[in-house]
């Protein structure tokens, strides 16, 4: 028994439809590990003084900040800026920021700790100088990792981190509460670089358009319906003539 051509043709077409996936949403997470702490970089009436000349290491675990962001896939591959700032509310562009979350704890005094996450840096501060945050973050085809700076400050403590083209970051940290390495010594400094984790199913209220990623079955799939496709043309052809 002969198969029409019409149905084959049909029958591909429609397994093409129902095994091309559907637009897949991913996002990208730049997690933040820190190398190295120092302290004794300004002021004058160090607390707790180092041997030697300053800088002066801080012991691990003393100074840790740590956390992650979480960019739209679309972001990171086209040419973008998310900009949040206090100074200018009315500005602020947060498209393709999915999440945000950081800290800088300090063990010798833990009322100096400082955390920030999504909804600080989205928040529009009542009145001036209660707190402020300045969000920076810039990508660029074909660079994995945007380059920016991350600022919050909540009065009573603050942290900057400043991240280069290859993901590396120099930081600092400060408070205005006593007891330990970062108040009059002036603010310490600290070192890390981010690493980057592609996840799909990506979701979130500032997450921009997917972008379809064909898996390989499909894609070969693809290619036999246009083949039958093909092969159909020929036998219409000759029954013309």
């Known amino acids: 028994m002969r198969f029409p051509s019409k149905c084959f ?3 591909c077409l429609a397994a093409i439809g129902l095994l091309t996936p559907a637009a897949a949403q991913a996002d990208w997470i730049y997690s933040f590990v820190q190398t190295g702490a120092t302290y004794g970089n300004g002021g004058t009436y160090p607390e707790n003084p ?3 000349d300053p800088p002066w290491t801080i012991p691990s675990g003393d100074l840790n900040t740590f956390g992650s962001f979480r960019l739209a896939d679309n972001f990171v591959r086209t040419g973008r800026t998310i900009d949040l700032n206090t100074d200018t509310p009315w500005d602020n562009s947060a498209k393709g920021l999915v999440d945000i979350q950081f800290t800088t704890a300090t ?3 833990p009322w100096a700790s400082i955390s920030a996450n999504m ?3 989205l928040r529009i501060p009542q009145s001036s100088g209660l707190y402020y945050y300045h969000l920076l973050l810039k990508s660029s085809p074909g660079k ?3 380059t920016g700076y991350i600022l919050y400050n909540d009065q009573r403590s603050d942290t900057f981190m400043e991240i280069a083209a290859d993901g590396t970051v120099k930081g600092h940290f400060n408070s205005d509460y006593g007891g330990g390495y970062c108040y009059s010594t002036g603010s310490c400094q600290f070192t890390g670089y981010f690493t980057a984790s ?3 199913n990506g979701n ?4 921009l358009a997917a972008v379809a990623v064909p898996a390989p079955a499909s894609l070969a799939l693809l290619g036999i319906g246009l083949a039958g496709l093909i092969a159909v043309r020929p036998q219409r052809a000759r029954k013309v003539d």
Do not use: E
């Open 119 to 121: 909804d600080d840096f």
């Open 144 to 146: 994995l990792f945007p």
């Open 198 to 200: 592609h996840v799909r």
């Open 107 to 109: 063990r010798l005094n």
């Open 9 to 11: 043709a049909a029958v």
């Open 50 to 52: 180092g041997v030697g």
């Open 204 to 207: 979130g209220p500032n997450a």
